[in-house]
């Protein structure tokens, strides 16, 4: 059974959803579901915290606006309103749409301790967060575009 929780959301238009809230539920998939689902590329990224390679990614230099949804459960994630250029090749972005949409995990992988970020829904692998000065969080929400579908629309 799914748990749901309304989440505000803090854009003005979004995509067909009259509604100002977005349901956030628990999807539990087994590891054969997911293969089933995504592709070998997205399963790395989303369920074993895959990274992709720099500059060589879908989203990193998009400039339209829309939506990115999560790849793993299509949860609306992060608006073009709030993506920037860090100049580091990866989509990054200085907060979600709501912070209730997205968790934050440590990762003590590698010999060091950063922040990692999964969709709140379905506990896929986005990406890290770093500390970052010039924008309003000073943060940045650095994604793989392979965890993310985007959506060009009016926002």
């Known amino acids: 059974m799914t748990q749901v929780?309304?989440?505000?959301?803090?854009?003005?238009?979004?995509?067909?959803?009259?509604?100002?809230?977005?349901?956030v539920g628990n999807i539990t998939r087994s590891k054969a579901e997911w293969k089933q689902l995504l592709s070998s590329e997205e399963y790395h990224i989303l369920r074993e915290a895959g990274t992709e390679p720099a500059f060589r990614n879908?989203?990193?230099n998009n400039k339209k606006e829309g939506i990115y949804y999560c790849g793993g459960c299509s949860l609306p994630l992060y608006s073009s309103n709030t993506k920037f250029d860090s100049g580091?090749?990866?989509?990054?972005?200085?907060?979600?749409?709501?912070?209730?949409?997205?968790?934050?995990?440590?990762?003590?992988?590698?010999g060091m301790e950063r922040v990692e970020v999964v969709c709140a829904q379905c506990g896929s692998h986005l990406g890290h967060i770093f500390p970052y000065?010039?924008?309003?969080t000073e943060e940045r929400h650095c994604?793989?575009?392979?965890?993310?579908?985007?959506?060009?629309?009016?926002i």
Request: no cysteine; glycine share 4%; charged share 30%.
């Open 133 to 136: 000065e010039g924008v309003p």
């Open 58 to 60: 879908a989203y990193y």
């Open 5 to 23: 929780e309304e989440v505000p959301v803090q854009t003005q238009k979004y995509d067909s959803v009259k509604a100002d809230t977005i349901e």
């Open 88 to 110: 580091t090749g990866w989509p990054s972005f200085y907060a979600p749409i709501d912070p209730k949409l997205v968790k934050r995990k440590v990762d003590r992988r590698y």
């Open 143 to 154: 994604l793989n575009s392979l965890a993310l579908d985007f959506k060009q629309m009016d």
